[in-house]
Nanobody
Framework: QVQLVESGGGLVQAGASLRLSCTYS????????MAWFRQAPGKEREFVSA????????RYADSVKGRFTISRDNAQNTVNLQMTSLKPEDTAVYYC?????????????????WGQGTQVTVSS
């Protein structure tokens, strides 16, 4: 059984940085594509970034490209999201997601496992 637990969220001012972490419990972490999504109040869950299980290639939403960096540590079973130059519009609950042998999908249906989320609030 796969479990994902996010951490690292918080309240920051615009322009600040935050580092989110997702800890994976279960088998074969290194064979799972991992991703981050976010959901703001009243909006649908949207794709932020994904990292492959094969060569750690990455994909980013246009809205975060150049500001966010996704990485994974297969020895620690973690995936991280380094967020810089945060903007108020980045305010959302951030979710970690996983898919066994998955690709770099940007749809919520591309992933089978989800964490409970961590709140990120960026004040102006």
């Amino acid at each position: 059984q796969v479990q994902l637990v996010e951490s690292g969220g918080g309240l920051v001012q615009a322009g600040a940085s935050l580092r989110l972490s997702c800890t994976y419990s279960g088998r074969a972490f290194s064979s799972h594509a991992m991703a981050w999504f976010r959901q703001a109040p009243g909006k649908e869950r949207e794709f932020v970034s994904a990292i492959s299980w094969t060569d750690s290639s990455q994909r980013y939403a246009d809205s975060v490209k150049g500001r966010f960096t996704i990485s994974r540590d297969n020895a620690q079973n973690t995936v991280n999201l380094q967020m810089t130059s945060l903007k108020p519009e980045d305010t959302a609950v951030y979710y970690c997601a996983a898919k066994y042998l998955g690709g770099l999908g940007s749809s919520t249906t591309s992933y089978d496992y989800w964490g409970q989320g961590t709140q990120v609030t960026v004040s102006s």
